[in-house]
């Protein structure tokens, strides 16, 4: 295979609490006019392998390449986007969101290369993209089908002088348990697809596994365990087709959203064998120190170039499954009397991008048991803010209900749950708590996870340092406070605090 594959990849996720390294002023917004500029600082300042070009519901810019090239022409003549650099457009998905934008990211991927071509570099600039949401290997040859059309029609009515490029790798992003699982057997059929259909053979896939809308949907537990038994089943896929598979995990900086801060690589690398990119979102990149950022990444690209796939024994595969099961059972459960309370901590919420709203003609909304949910940025981080950390929500009821063999496998598969639970634990606030109790009941369940898991791991869950006070003590004050802005500013405060948003 003639191409590097990006280890480090940058992206949008508007999970920073404080202000971006770049800005020369205290606003944490990112515009999206600005968003070239940061792609730059990200390839530039902080190496990053790849960054992640945004169209799934927020404005993206279409200029991209052409401002890239234009304002940094020397940079990108040293190191070309396509060859040593890589921008790679996230795609909407139109089975799942209105279409507007599709035809414009296309047509800015065409565009691109004549503009790139005339410039005299040689390499395409863009050349993948990702498909969120992807349900089935339809969609993929579906999307690779309408760019070729695309393609075929700008020769011929738009000629430029030199022939388009008509393929468009696709890289699927499966977001959900169910999807992750069935992974596999949607990659398997879309490789006999793609041969069929296309005349040719894939020479390796890159699959993106997301890390934080299966937290949202069905709790932590399920959503780290389904994590693991994805990368064992894309192991799997590996052998049996032959094919080289590249794994990429959609991950934040909390826990909850897959664990990845600058403090936290090798509990990372342990925790996901046999990937081969990571996302640093926002938090990581802005929310540390430029001193402690830049090893980091260093640390994180040599520990993803000698990660090895681990594969699951089959019967363990069958019991991880099961506690997966039970615990996203006891998650909604859990959840669905809180989400009221928690609604006005969402509206309150500090944006960071230009997004779309997510209901209505453009958006569409995560749907969890009937209630309109937010991104998972905003729910993680409203859960932080009123004291209660999600990865609590639903555990601990479940831990204390397994079976040794059970508690002894899930140990042995995720050797960090103790420690990431500490970890946690020093942002729960009692006082938050009670006095969410005390306006409804339905909080007690989280009361009851939070003794379960400080008893099965022997910690003591509430604030050690006086930075952790201080967020419980904002925590406490948020849960008493009406009004919007001033819940807006206290989230902010605790944000920086714990060094994330969401």
């Known amino acids: 295979m003639d191409r590097k594959i990006p280890n480090i990849m940058g992206t949008q996720h508007p999970d920073n609490a404080g202000v971006p390294f770049f800005k020369h002023n205290d606003n944490a917004f990112v515009s999206a006019f600005r968003e070239i500029d940061e792609a730059y600082q ?41 060859k040593d650099k890589y921008l790679t457009f996230r795609l909407p998905n139109i089975w799942e969101e209105k279409g507007y934008s599709l035809m414009q990211a296309m047509t800015t991927i065409l565009s691109a290369e004549d503009f790139a071509y005339d410039l005299g570099f040689k390499e395409r600039p863009l050349f993948e993209a990702i498909l969120p949401m992807t349900q089935s290997a339809d969609q993929l040859i579906s999307m690779e089908d309408k760019f070729a059309s695309l393609s075929h029609y700008k020769s011929t009515e738009f000629n430029t002088g030199h022939k388009d490029s ?5 890289i699927p992003l499966f977001e959900g348990f169910e999807s992750q699982l069935h992974a596999p057997q949607i990659l398997k059929k879309y490789l006999e697809m793609y041969k069929d259909h296309f005349g ?3 020479s390796y896939m890159r699959v993106f596994l997301a890390g934080s809308d299966s937290a949202l949907s069905n709790g932590f537990l399920n959503s780290i365990i389904g994590n693991k038994l994805a990368l064992t089943g894309l192991a799997e896929f590996e052998q049996e087709s032959g094919l080289p598979i590249y794994p990429i995990a959609g991950t934040g900086s909390t826990i909850f959203r897959g664990g990845l801060s600058p403090m936290m690589i090798d509990r990372y690398l342990e925790e996901f064998p046999g990937l081969k990119t990571a996302t640093i979102q926002s938090a990581f990149r802005y929310d540390y120190p430029l001193d402690v950022v830049e090893p980091a990444i260093i640390k994180l690209r040599d520990g993803l170039q000698k990660s090895k796939f681990e594969i699951i024994d089959h019967d363990d595969q069958d019991i991880l499954l099961e506690i997966a099961k039970k615990a996203a059972a006891e998650y909604h459960e859990t959840l669905d009397p809180l989400i009221n309370d928690l609604q006005p901590v969402f509206d309150a919420f500090p944006k960071r991008r230009d997004r779309h709203q997510h209901v209505g003609i453009i958006g569409y909304s995560r749907d969890v048991d009937g209630y309109k949910m937010p991104r998972a940025i905003t729910f993680t981080g409203a859960l932080y803010s009123v004291g209660v950390p999600p990865e609590f929500l639903g555990t601990g ?9 059970e508690l002894n496998t ?13 970890h946690v634990a020093k942002y729960f606030s009692k006082d938050a708590l009670d006095a969410l109790q005390a306006k409804n009941p339905a909080w007690k369940a989280v009361d009851e996870d939070i003794e379960a898991v400080e008893r099965l791991f022997g910690i003591q869950a509430g604030p050690q340092t006086p930075e952790q006070e ?3 003590q904002l925590a406490a004050d948020l849960v008493k406070i009406s009004d919007k802005e001033t819940k807006t500013t206290l989230i902010s405060r605790q944000a920086i605090l714990r060094k994330f948003l969401g």
Do not use: C
């Not at 519901?57 to 279409?62: E, Q, R, V």
């Not at 009821?397 to 063999?405: A, G, Y």
């Open 166 to 170: 008509d393929t468009l790798q696709m």
């Open 42 to 82: 990200n390839f530039s300042k902080l190496d990053a392998d790849e960054y992640m070009w945004d169209w799934e519901g927020k404005h993206a810019d279409a200029s991209v390449i052409d401002r890239l090239y234009s304002e940094h022409y020397e940079y990108f003549q040293k190191h070309p986007l396509g």
């Open 397 to 405: 009821r479940i831990l204390n209900k397994l079976s040794d063999k």
């Open 470 to 472: 201080k967020h419980a």
């Open 410 to 422: 899930l140990m042995k598969y995720y050797p960090n749950i103790k420690h990431d639970y500490a």
């Open 200 to 202: 040719r053979e894939l």
